[in-house]
């Protein structure tokens, strides 16, 4: 089953990443199903899938499977993509063309998600983890934060959210880095952090904006420790 399902991954990432230029994807988007690039995505997958499953035809109604629904999932796509929707389309695409492949390996070679295994005290404490270390900890952070607000640090020139989002991922490097017990990789994207935000902090005309992002800072790094500390812990007593 793993070495099916692996097959079938590396034929997707070669048909529709590394073999894809932009410019097809650009034409089909324009022409839709009259794309000349159409035809050629679909049978870059089709080589790519008998050239990984070594030619053995007795995958064939597989292929067929991949490939129709291949078709029809790009271009269900492309006739509902607007510059509003492209980004969420792009993820539903992709997560389409893995459970069809998911489905196709179950038809080779049946397996069961028992419901005991995905509803498990270390998933469900995972899950725990990880939407505190993302999104509870920036609720938190939100709340404590807005006592203060500056001029210098809510700028138009900035991207939208993008203080949230930097956040959010920094936490989940510093959780990812306890989970695994790299305790010196923190210092490291801490002092990372700190190159970056020299430019800031050299431009304020006075101390607050500096004593602003060190809160911020220090506030996300340890909403994340915590949050690692405790996962860790807690996933000890759990296999205990």
Same mark, same amino acid.
């Given at each position: 089953?793993?070495?099916?399902?692996?097959?079938?991954?590396?034929?997707?990432?070669?048909?529709?990443?590394?073999?894809?230029?932009?410019?097809?994807?650009?034409?089909?988007?324009?022409?839709?199903?009259?794309?000349?690039?159409?035809?050629?995505?679909?049978?870059?997958?089709?080589?790519?899938?008998?050239?990984?499953?070594?030619?053995?035809?007795?995958?064939?109604?597989?292929?067929?499977?991949?490939?129709?629904?291949?078709?029809?999932?790009?271009?269900?796509?492309?006739?509902?993509?607007?510059?509003?929707?492209?980004?969420?389309?792009?993820?539903?695409?992709? $997560?389409?063309?893995?459970?069809? /492949? #998911?489905?196709?390996?179950?038809?080779?070679?049946?397996?069961? *998600? !028992? +419901?005991?295994? %995905?509803?498990?005290?270390?998933?469900?404490?995972?899950?725990?983890?990880?939407?505190?270390?993302?999104?509870?900890?920036?609720?938190?952070?939100?709340?404590?934060?807005?006592?203060?607000?500056?001029?210098?640090?809510?700028?138009?020139?900035?991207?939208?959210?993008?203080?949230?989002?930097?956040?959010?991922?920094?936490? $989940?490097?510093?959780?990812?880095? /306890? #989970?695994?017990?790299?305790?010196?990789?923190?210092?490291?994207? *801490? !002092? +990372?952090?700190? %190159?970056?935000?020299?430019?800031?902090?050299?431009?304020?005309?006075?101390?607050?904006?500096?004593?602003?992002?060190?809160?911020?800072?220090?506030?996300?790094?340890?909403?994340?420790?915590?949050?690692?500390?405790?996962?860790?812990?807690?996933?000890?007593?759990?296999?205990?």
């Amino acid at each position: 089953m793993i070495s099916l399902t692996l097959k079938l991954l590396l034929a997707h990432l070669i048909g529709d990443f590394l073999i894809q230029p932009d410019h097809w994807i650009k034409d089909k988007e324009e022409k839709k199903h009259k794309s000349k690039y159409m035809l050629a995505h679909l049978l870059i997958h089709a080589l790519a899938t008998l050239l990984l499953l070594q030619f053995n035809l007795s995958y064939w109604k597989g292929l067929l499977i991949i490939i129709v629904s291949h078709f029809i999932i790009d271009l269900i796509k492309i006739n509902l993509q607007n510059p509003s929707n492209k980004r969420l389309l792009f993820f539903v695409d992709q $997560l389409a063309h893995l459970l069809v /492949i #998911a489905w196709v390996v179950y038809l080779y070679e049946p397996y069961s *998600l !028992a +419901a005991t295994n %995905v509803m498990s005290n270390q998933v469900l404490l995972t899950v725990i983890a990880l939407l505190t270390t993302t999104v509870v900890s920036s609720i938190l952070m939100k709340v404590i934060i807005t006592k203060w607000e500056l001029e210098e640090d809510i700028n138009s020139a900035s991207l939208e959210h993008a203080g949230k989002y930097i956040g959010i991922l920094e936490r $989940l490097f510093v959780f990812g880095f /306890i #989970a695994l017990g790299q305790w010196q990789a923190i210092g490291f994207l *801490l !002092a +990372a952090k700190s %190159v970056f935000r020299f430019g800031d902090l050299s431009k304020a005309k006075d101390r607050k904006l500096t004593e602003y992002i060190l809160i911020g800072t220090l506030l996300s790094f340890g909403l994340a420790i915590l949050c690692g500390l405790g996962y860790n812990y807690f996933s000890e007593v759990i296999s205990n």
